[in-house]
Structures are given as structure tokens and as C-alpha cells.
């Protein structure tokens, strides 16, 4: 509260009614002032919203410094004291970056798919759509073995097409906010002096947790022969991510499961939008991917239409290639995470910001 008495004394002139306005602001202090003539401390306010100016100074009818920051000018009135434009224009910035910073803090909504056994036992799963909130802070997208090169030629150039249509997902949530996080196995050697590459190796180690034990049924898909629908032999084919994919300044590169879940712990990231391929393999087995991560306690969500799969329609269950593809995404709804729709996470992104 103010001191009339202090005020008073301090500036000869300072009426009740002034006084009394000034106790909306904060309180006098006791420390000289360059004119010797002792000193006011207005607090804005105490806490939150303008912290920033907590300790800027009022000037009285003679212009006063403050030594924490500019004075503010206030001129006397008969009725009390009106704060200068100056003030109220650095309020209402201060108003509107706060809006804006909880505008961009807002939670990314995203219309997920998975699917439940309402009678448990029967064989028959049910699927089920739910809007689920992820904070943007919270939330990385994870680039599983999106190769230069495939041995089978057939995924190849699937992988090519789907590049085309990732990578303007990859640039919008990553303007928006998101981590990305490029994860092209066996390739590291490629990317060694990479700063995206550099930046992961200086992360401590963080050790996960004891996995949770789910169950792991068997694919719908038959894939051991290796799934090329081309007829082709394997050999390591690849030696980096396909060019057509964006790289970032603040990407990050990584092929190790422990590696990027202590990346993800230390940014305080718990949701992982995962795609790339190949959805029955490496999405779903490496130890950065979906099995892994879903173990130790990440919310996974397998981008349904930015995978495809290792499958030979000449194998079980005799289908073609695309509903192959589609068998292995509603298996991973059941048992591991849910899907989202590349649209409805482009719809979803600038709605957060």
C-alpha cells in the first residue's frame, strides 16, 4: 500500500486523491535516487502476465530514472493520475504475446483410429475413432528407413512415390513446432559429421524403463521369403535418407532405440507420430520403432497412409499389395497404437498454432 505520508514528503504536491490511485500500482521504497530525493518502485503487477516490467519506475512531474529499466511517465490530475499511452501500448503487447505464446502452446487434435474386441475372445474387432490432444512440445515425428535405394525394385519406387507426399507434411509440422527425427538404419556413417547427427551423440544417456510386457501376436501377412512383390534378391542397397526428404537445422539423425528415447526424454517428448517403412518390419521391429517405443511407455501413432509394407500378393493371405498393407495398419491398430490420416495431421497443424 502507499505511504501518503512518504509521498508527501518525497513530492511535496502528491494529493490524497493521487495517493490513493497509486495504491493500485504498488508501493514507495526507500532507496536515493539520483536527485536525492528518495524513490518510487511501481510494480505492474506482482507475478505472471507483464513480470517483465515489474520494477519499472513512475515518474512524478519532474522526470525520474529508475535503476531497474525507463520511467514510466505519470502526470498528476485532479481526480489521480493517468498513465501515458507508453504504458498501455507495452500492457497490451504484453497482452497479446501472452495470447499468441498460449495460442501456439495449444494442443495439436488429432481424429485417431483404432480398433477394439468388444467381446473379448470372439475374433470380431470393432473400429473406433477418437479425437485425442497432443501438446506440440510433447509431440516428435519419427522417419523410419526411408532409403536412397531398396534392393527390391518394387518397394523402391513405392518409396519414392511415398517421399513425394511426405515430405510437405514433414515441412508444415516442422514450421509448426514438431521435432523431427530421421531414423534411415545402417546409414550412420553417411551422416557422421552431420551437426542433426552431432547433436545426438551428445545426448546422455537415459535408460528406459523395463518394457510393459504386451503381447505380440503374429502378423495377417505371410513375409518370410522378405515380401518383394518383384521378384528381386536381397543385398544392402542403401547408404542414406532419399534426398527428396527434407532435412532440417534442428532435426535430429539417429538409428538406436536407447539413443532416441533419451533424446526424447530430455525434450520432454512423449507422443511419436512414426512413418516411412516398411510397416510389417521396420516401423513395427527396429529398436527406435513402434514395438520398442510403445514398450517403454511412448504414445506412438502409426501416419497410416505414409507406410507400405514387405508383402508379395503370391503369398498369405493371397491379396493385393495395398490391402496387404492395409491388413498389417489394422493389426497395429489392435495390438500396439492407433492411426491417423495424413490430412487430418495437415488439417490438424495450423489449427494448433
Known sequence: ?????????????????????????????????????????????????????????????????????????????????????????????????TLAGAAFAADLRLPLRSRVEAFKGSG?????????????????????????????????????????????????????????????????????????RQRMLRIAKIEPPAPLGLTDPPLPIDDRDGGCDTGDSSYKAWTREIAALPMGAADVISDDGPQIYSFLRERGIRN?????????????????????????????????????SMYNPKDRPYVSHDRGTESVVEHIERYWCPSVASADLMKALPEAR
Not at 56 to 70: E, I, L, N, Y
Not at 129 to 147: G, H, N, S, V, Y
Not at 153 to 182: C, K, Y
Request: aromatic share 8%.
Open 1 to 97: 500500500m502507499v505511504n501518503q505520508t512518504l509521498a508527501r514528503r518525497v513530492w511535496p504536491g502528491v494529493d490524497t486523491a493521487t495517493a490513493r490511485v497509486l495504491n493500485r500500482f504498488g508501493d514507495f521504497g526507500r532507496k536515493p535516487l539520483p536527485d536525492g530525493r528518495g524513490s518510487v518502485t511501481v510494480a505492474l503487477i506482482s507475478q505472471g502476465l507483464l513480470s517483465r516490467e515489474r520494477k519499472r519506475a513512475v515518474a512524478f512531474p519532474k522526470a525520474v530514472k529508475h535503476p531497474h529499466g525507463t520511467a514510466l511517465r505519470v502526470n498528476r490530475v485532479p481526480y489521480g493520475i493517468m498513465v501515458q499511452m507508453r504504458f498501455w501500448r507495452r500492457y497490451l503487447a504484453a497482452l497479446t504475446l
Open 124 to 196: 470380431v474387432w470393432e473400429e473406433v475413432r477418437l479425437d485425442e490432444a497432443f501438446p506440440i512440445a510433447q509431440t516428435a515425428i519419427l522417419i523410419c528407413d526411408m532409403w536412397d535405394k531398396h534392393w527390391c525394385s518394387g518397394a523402391a519406387r513405392r518409396v519414392e512415390t511415398l517421399a513425394v507426399r511426405m515430405a510437405p507434411v514433414i515441412d508444415e509440422a516442422r514450421a509448426r513446432g514438431i521435432q523431427i527425427i530421421h531414423a534411415p538404419s545402417e546409414t550412420m556413417e553417411f551422416y557422421k559429421d552431420w551437426p542433426q
Open 272 to 308: 511419436l507420430l512414426v512413418m516411412g517403412v516398411h510397416v510389417n518390419m521396420c516401423v513395427l521391429n527396429r529398436s527406435f520403432a513402434i514395438k520398442k517405443m510403445t514398450n517403454w511407455g511412448i504414445r506412438c501413432v502409426l501416419v497410416r497412409d505414409l507406410t507400405d
